[in-house]
């Protein structure tokens, strides 16, 4: 099984990542193929999530905050089946079933990395509950650069590994490192070659400190994700309308979000999709 945490910052767009996976399991995606994969909803707090995606993503519907009231063991718990078959047909290769568990956590609490006097024992339960031995990895979203973002980003992530190696996680935690809603049109044609046309350019201090890290290359990778996609391969505007602070989909039919499976393949077994 792939034990994940999700972290960032608030309104980075976890919780709606999320109900799109759900989305994906449940209905919009049912019984239909995309590429190799299925993807199912395992355990209630994920059904709970599919009932409530399609108002998120059609209606703008809102779900509660991910909040710190009551610790950890009151957040849901997220259990997807994924099903990857192999890119071309093969009598003898059976289809790769994997259980990936994921924990979101609230945006306090990354926040809270870059501030030390905002750091609290509750976060520290958070962040001790993320570093345990049974976690396979951590999906870091990131979405905005304005001027000192990355500079904050930065001081998290590198307070974050300072963590990591003292509860001696640095050799053994793999940290997906992506920018969320990437569907907007300044990034969008960045999303094949992140690391170089997203991070270097919009977030270089964030990008260095993981590069100089002690964390090993094999352990660290760079993604983009666009929970709402583009309308078409010709037509690249953002899939999505704002309902008052909400983003909704433009066009239900056309969904086609991008990377929202490849860093929960790859943080579960350490390998990309594209080698199964």
Not at 146 to 174: C, V, Y
Not at 217 to 234: M, P
């Amino acid at each position: 099984m792939g034990n994940i945490r999700i972290i960032g910052e608030r309104g980075v767009g976890k919780t709606t990542y999320l109900a799109a996976l759900a989305y994906w399991s449940d209905k919009r995606r049912k019984g239909k193929k995309v590429r190799n994969i299925k993807l199912q909803a395992l355990n209630d707090d994920t059904r709970e999530l599919a009932e409530k995606a399609e108002n998120i993503l059609l209606e703008g519907a809102s779900l509660e905050p991910t909040g710190l009231t009551g610790g950890i063991d009151l957040l849901p718990f997220y259990s997807f089946g994924l099903e990857v078959k192999p890119w071309f047909q093969n009598p003898f290769q059976k289809p790769e079933l994997i259980n990936v568990a994921v924990r979101d956590y609230p945006g306090e609490v990354f926040e809270s990395l870059a501030d030390t006097s905002a750091f609290r024992p509750i976060h520290q339960e958070f962040i001790d509950e993320c570093l345990v031995k049974d976690i396979d990895g951590c999906l870091i979203l990131l979405s905005e650069w304005e001027q000192g973002n990355d500079k904050r980003t930065s001081r998290a992530i590198g307070k974050f590994i300072e963590l990591m190696d003292k509860n001696d996680r640095i050799r053994d935690l793999r940290l997906a490192i992506a920018i969320s809603k990437c569907e907007r049109g300044e990034l969008w044609s960045g999303r094949l070659e992140p690391d170089v046309d997203l991070f270097e350019r919009h977030l270089p201090q964030t990008k260095a400190v993981l590069e100089e890290s002690p964390i090993p290359a094999k352990n660290r990778r760079f993604y983009a994700i666009s929970t709402f996609g583009v309308l078409s391969r010709t037509d690249p505007r953002p899939n999505r309308i704002y309902i008052g602070k909400n983003s909704i989909l433009r066009e239900p039919k056309k969904w086609q979000p991008h990377g929202l499976l490849d860093p929960l393949y790859w943080l579960s077994k350490g390998k990309g999709m594209g080698y199964v």
